[in-house]
């Protein structure tokens, strides 16, 4: 059976594939009640075994968890709840209604409280936001056998057991880093520090961005990152999944502001007609305001186009030179600072870079434009009239002063953004398309009236 073919209420198909099928797996079933409604997902997961329940809640995958508890009787969501991992606890009480997150929030024990009140209190996308609580530490007295008992004992209850934090003894300190295969490696009756990685172990504070966090994760090719306050304890780990997990989410989020709409929040076949219509309307009514301002500047040059009507020929050619190479510049420093390739104080160095390349590129385009205009006149496709070398050269000129403005405008509205604390990812390709198509008018008749006075105009 294809769980894709389950429609949104095929509850008893979803019922028997999810139960039924051993074969099946934990992100398969994730996929199956993604494709039921809430109340019929309620009722699978309530009567799964716990163990299987608890592992699918625990997937960031599952649309609708907090729904899905609500829907539940309080003592099936707070016994499925208990199972799962406080991070996910934490993420799913958070988008609970309060009445019934203060219900499900006093089930748990006085520890148990603690690590996910804790966790709730950090802002969102911070390492602190997405960490969880749920790790293996040690003593540094401790033995490699005694370790090893230790991880055996807590195993099923920690996010993951590939890295083992060892603490000071007196003051709980963060003092080194054993990874498991170290660990299994080394002698029994030796103590756990002859099996540390050397040197100070890499961390991270709680309010660190989930960018920075990755990009750690990344460069020192680490399974976990252990997030500590200011005195070195350690609060919590930030796994590479949830990593992946959050920075997939994002990476979604600005995707849909790059096509110049608000993100979506929900997979697109989910969001209803009416919620996609109000995402989209904006945007685009906001656009249209823009191109409006390309009609004002048309109007603006009237008389000259009534001169040489032949300009209105590369009026598409012109626009749409502009508005690429001004997506092209925004594209690429949003990705550039995304990945912290370039700072906010590095703007004049893109700004001396993209002037040069926007003068090539427009170089180039423009001998393209130049060489087709000179073509079609000699070989009798079009007649461009008697100062058809003048429109040509104005075509060319034209086209090097507008690529080299998009681009430059393309790559500093992302800096303008991020300085008014904007997200960057909403300088969207429509959006710098919009802004380039006027001023690129205004440049493509400025360099007409130049060239072409006396003549034609």
Not at 83 to 106: P, Y
Not at 208 to 228: G, N, S, T
Not at 289 to 315: N, R
Request: net charge negative; aromatic share 6%; with cysteine.
């Amino acid at each position: 059976m294809n769980i894709n073919s389950f429609p949104a209420r095929a509850g008893n198909a979803a019922r028997a594939f999810i139960n039924n099928n051993r074969a099946v797996t934990i992100a398969e079933r994730v996929e199956a009640l993604n494709a039921v409604d809430v109340a019929e997902a309620a009722r699978i997961l309530a009567k799964m075994p716990e163990e299987r329940a608890v592992r699918i809640l625990d997937r960031p995958e599952l649309r609708n968890a907090h729904a899905i508890l609500e829907v539940m009787g309080n003592a099936d969501a707070a016994r499925l709840l208990h199972g799962m991992s406080n991070d996910r606890v934490a993420d799913v009480l958070l988008e609970m209604d309060i009445d019934t997150r203060a219900r499900l929030f006093a089930t748990f024990d006085e520890h148990a409280r603690q690590a996910i009140q804790g966790l709730m209190g950090y802002p969102p996308r911070t390492a602190g936001g997405i960490m969880t609580t749920e790790f293996v530490s040690v003593l540094a007295s401790w033995t490699v056998a005694q370790t090893l008992d230790h991880v055996r004992q807590v195993e099923r209850s920690r996010e993951t057991v590939y890295a083992i934090y060892v603490l000071d003894d007196e003051t709980h300190v963060l003092l080194h880093v054993v990874t498991l295969r170290r660990l299994i490696t080394g002698e029994p009756d030796a103590c756990i520090l002859t099996v540390a990685q050397k040197g100070t172990p890499v961390t991270a504070p709680p309010l660190m961005k989930q960018e920075d966090v990755a990009r750690l994760i990344r460069r020192h090719d680490l399974l976990a990152l252990p997030v500590v306050d200011d005195k070195g304890h350690m609060l919590g780990i930030v796994t590479v999944d949830d990593v992946i997990d959050t920075m997939i989410a994002d990476t979604t989020e600005d995707a849909q502001k790059f096509g110049g709409m608000e993100a979506l929040g929900q997979p697109y076949m989910k969001i209803s007609f009416a919620g996609m219509i109000r995402k989209r309307a904006g945007w685009l009514a906001a656009l249209f305001l823009g191109e409006m301002l390309t009609a004002s500047a048309m109007q603006h040059f009237e008389g000259e186009l009534e001169k040489a009507v032949v300009l209105t020929l590369f009026i598409p050619l012109i626009m749409s030179s502009g508005g690429n190479s001004g997506s092209q510049a925004t594209s690429l420093i949003i990705r550039a600072l995304a990945l912290g390739e370039l700072k906010l104080s590095d703007w004049w160095r893109v700004a001396l870079r993209e002037l040069p390349t926007g003068i090539v590129l427009g170089a180039i385009l423009g001998l393209v434009g130049f060489a087709r205009i000179v073509l079609w006149q000699n070989i009798g496709l079009f007649d461009y009239g008697p100062h058809w070398q003048l429109v040509a050269l104005t075509v060319f000129a034209a086209l090097i002063g507008i690529v080299t403005f998009g681009s430059l405008a393309g790559s500093m509205l992302p800096f303008v953004l991020q300085k008014l604390r904007l997200d960057p990812a909403s300088a969207s390709a429509p959006f710098v398309a919009t802004l380039v198509d006027v001023t690129g008018l205004v440049i493509y008749f400025s360099v007409a009236l130049l060239i072409l006075s006396g003549t034609m105009l």
